[in-house]
Antibody, heavy 122, light 107 residues
Framework: QVQLQESGPGLVKPSQTLSLTCTVSGGSISSGGYYWSWIRQHPGKGLEWIGYIYYSGSTYYNPSLKSRVTISVDTSKNQFSLKLSSVTAADTAVYYC??????????????WGQGTLVTVSS | SYVLTQPPSVSVAPGQTARITCGGNNIGSKSVHWYQQKPGQAPVLVVYDDSDRPSGIPERFSGSNSGNTATLTISRVEAGDEADYYCQVWDSSSDWVFGGGTKLTVL
C-alpha cells in the first residue's frame, strides 16, 4: 500500500523559507490519477489544507497561503515538496503530506504521512 | 466560506455507542469524510463519502448525513477508540474544510 514520509528541518528562523519533502513509496506519483497534498496542524489545533500538486506539475493553493507557498514534484525521485516563504511563529505546526482521493464532486485525504513538526524560532 | 461545527468533546462508557456530530449549512448535499487522530499520530481516514469505510476500519464505525448534520457513530466503543475526530467536506468554492475536531473520551 502507498506510504508517505515527510522530511526536512525541524527548526526554521523567522523570515526564512520552510522546506519539506514528502517521499512516496508503494506507488508511483507519475502513474497519475491522484493529487498530492500538504496539510498542517498548529499545536493543539485543527487541520489546515495548504495546497496540492498533480504529477504534471499543476498546482492549487489555499488562497490564504497562496502568496507564500510553492509545491513542486520530482517524479524521478517519487517525491513532492513544500516551500513556505517568509515564515513567522504562526507557521509553527506539524506538517503532513497526504494523497488526495477523489470521487464525483468530493475529495478526501488518504493516506497521510506521519507528520513532521516545524518550529519557527530564532 | 463554509463552516463545519463539531462539539469539543464527547464522553462514552466502554461498550456503549458514541455519536459525534458535524453541523453545516445543508451539509446533507455534500459528501462528508471522517478522520481519527490519536495523540502524537497522523489522522487516519475512518469513513469517507458519508458512510463508506476504508479497508481495515472496523464495522463499528459508521456514518450518516442528512439535512444540516452529519454523524459519525462508533458502536461498542473500546478504550482504543479514544482520539480526536475530525469531519471534512470539499467543494469547488471552499476547497477542503475541516471541522474543529471532537475529543472522544472513553470513561
Amino acid at each position: 500500500q502507498v506510504q508517505l514520509q515527510e522530511s526536512g528541518p525541524g527548526l526554521v528562523k523567522p523570515s526564512q523559507t520552510l522546506s519539506l519533502t514528502c517521499t512516496v513509496s508503494g506507488g508511483s506519483i507519475s502513474s497519475g490519477g491522484y493529487y498530492w497534498s500538504w496539510i498542517r496542524q498548529h499545536p493543539g489545533k485543527g487541520l489546515e489544507w495548504i495546497g496540492y500538486i498533480y504529477y504534471s506539475g499543476s498546482t492549487y493553493y489555499n488562497p490564504s497561503l497562496k502568496s507564500r507557498v510553492t509545491i513542486s514534484v520530482d517524479t524521478s525521485k517519487n517525491q513532492f515538496s513544500l516551500k513556505l516563504s517568509s515564515v513567522t511563529a504562526a507557521d509553527t505546526a506539524v506538517y503532513y503530506c497526504a494523497r488526495v482521493m477523489a470521487a464525483a464532486a468530493t475529495r478526501w485525504f488518504d493516506p497521510w504521512g506521519q507528520g513532521t513538526l516545524v518550529t519557527v524560532s530564532s | 466560506s463554509y463552516v463545519l461545527t463539531q462539539p469539543p468533546s464527547v464522553s462514552v462508557a466502554p461498550g456503549q455507542t458514541a455519536r459525534i456530530t458535524c453541523g453545516g449549512n445543508n451539509i446533507g448535499s455534500k459528501s462528508v469524510h471522517w478522520y481519527q487522530q490519536k495523540p502524537g499520530q497522523a489522522p487516519v481516514l475512518v469513513v469517507y463519502d458519508d458512510s463508506d469505510r476504508p479497508s481495515g476500519i472496523p464495522e463499528r464505525f459508521s456514518g450518516s448525513n442528512s439535512g444540516n448534520t452529519a454523524t459519525l457513530t462508533i458502536s461498542r466503543v473500546e478504550a482504543g477508540d479514544e482520539a480526536d475526530y475530525y469531519c471534512q467536506v470539499w467543494d469547488s468554492s471552499s476547497d477542503w474544510v475541516f471541522g474543529g475536531g471532537t475529543k472522544l473520551t472513553v470513561l
